[in-house]
């Protein structure tokens, strides 16, 4: 045996020229225990870590050396041949595709880990370098969310993986998907790489949002970006913001107002409390503080996101003082009803009552 085929021991040809010569002399196919014998043997060398096709190029080989020897005629040879390395290779891609799902599952294990911070710091870190991070550098974690669920197979998935190695090929990166969403986790000292995530993440999910969490050090610092990413989402979703694109570290201020959810609850109500003696509730003027504080305090601009005339956004904002005693023009005034108005829509006041 030579070439591409002289690293294949004799073990997995075991029985072979024999199989060969009996097809040879007597014309019949391969018995269900030899093509499983077969499988089995492509099975070990694969896992043993041989190429394919040095298998099937010794299994060639061998054939060709027991010809001359051989009785019949070639035909015979060649079904028998074919059955063979047939069963040989069946066998050996049933050991990669097992491999693969152990790899997978050993992957998502570790994902779950790494972003529930559920396993040993030291042995998740000595794990983490399997799959290219190490953990005692810093990290960030960006996450996107589009209109439907995603997991690893996804073609969104794979779309926005293409477009990160074609980029950045193996920095340290790792793209997953997890309840739905995609996930990036990448150097500290790396923001390029989730801006670029976060491009074709919003671009590949058809407009969907993508919340960026602060390089955290340590191997607990996936788990408390990922977490601070999640965060941005569902603040995200209480206050409505439409940008493509959130950074936890530009929106440290809701975390710090919502740090003391009794204290803001008081303010709400306190506050805003009065709006629900309105004619048709606290909802079209708490409305009306929210678009005025959106649009930097222009009431023309307000009123356009309103869809209302200037006139009665700005009979709206009188009626606003006259319940609750505080003027959304005065500058003394302002930070406390804005600040009240962001407590009601992270608390989801009045619907859900402020306190509960």
Same mark, same amino acid.
């Given at each position: ?16 020229a024999d199989i060969l010569a009996e097809v040879c ?68 891609e049933r050991a990669q595709r097992q491999a693969v ?87 500290g000292d790396q923001p390029e790489v989730l801006s ?37 989402? !569902?603040? /995200?979703? =209480?206050?409505? *913001?439409?940008?493509? $694109?959130?950074? +936890?570290?530009? %929106? ?77 023009? !005065?500058? /003394?005034? =302002?930070?406390? *009803?804005?600040?009240? $108005?962001?407590? +009601?829509?992270? %608390? ?9």
């Open positions: 045996m030579s070439g591409a085929t002289a690293d294949i021991p004799e073990a997995y040809l075991e029985g072979y002399a007597t014309g019949r196919r391969l018995t269900r225990d030899e093509l499983e014998a077969r499988r089995a043997l492509g099975e070990r060398a694969a896992d043993a870590g041989y190429g394919l096709r040095a298998l099937v190029g010794a299994h060639l080989s061998a054939a060709r050396a027991a010809w001359p020897s051989l009785p019949g005629d070639a035909d015979s040879l060649l079904a028998g041949l074919s059955q063979a390395v047939d069963a040989v290779a069946e066998g050996y799902r152990q790899e997978e599952a050993a992957r998502r294990e570790f994902i779950d880990d790494l972003l529930h911070g559920r396993s040993d710091l030291g042995r998740l870190a000595e794990r983490a370098e399997r799959f290219g991070l190490r953990l005692s550098h810093s990290h960030a974690v960006a996450v996107a969310r589009g209109p439907v669920a995603y997991d690893e197979g996804d073609p969104v998935a794979r779309q926005v993986e293409r477009a990160l190695i074609a980029r950045f090929q193996d920095r340290g990166v790792l793209l997953t998907t997890k309840e739905g969403r995609l996930v990036c986790v990448a150097p670029h995530f976060a491009k074709h993440g919003y671009a590949a999910t058809g407009g969907g949002q993508v919340a960026v969490g602060r390089a955290q050090p340590g191997p607990g610092g996936v788990v408390q970006s990922y977490e601070e990413a999640l965060g941005v989402l !569902d603040l /995200a979703e =209480r206050l409505r *913001l439409e940008e493509p $694109v959130l950074y +936890a570290a530009d %929106l440290l201020v809701y975390p710090v107002l919502t740090r003391d959810r009794q204290a803001m609850a008081d303010l709400v109500e306190a506050t805003l409390g009065p709006l629900t003696g309105a004619r048709g509730g606290a909802g079209p003027l708490l409305e009306t503080l929210t678009a005025y504080f959106d649009s930097g305090c222009v009431a023309a601009e307000a009123a356009r996101r309103l869809s209302l005339s200037v006139r009665a956004f700005t009979y709206r904002l009188a009626r606003i003082e006259q319940l609750t005693g505080a003027d959304a023009t !005065d500058p /003394a005034h =302002r930070y406390m *009803l804005q600040t009240a $108005v962001i407590g +009601a829509r992270l %608390l989801g006041w009045p619907t859900t009552p402020p306190g509960s």
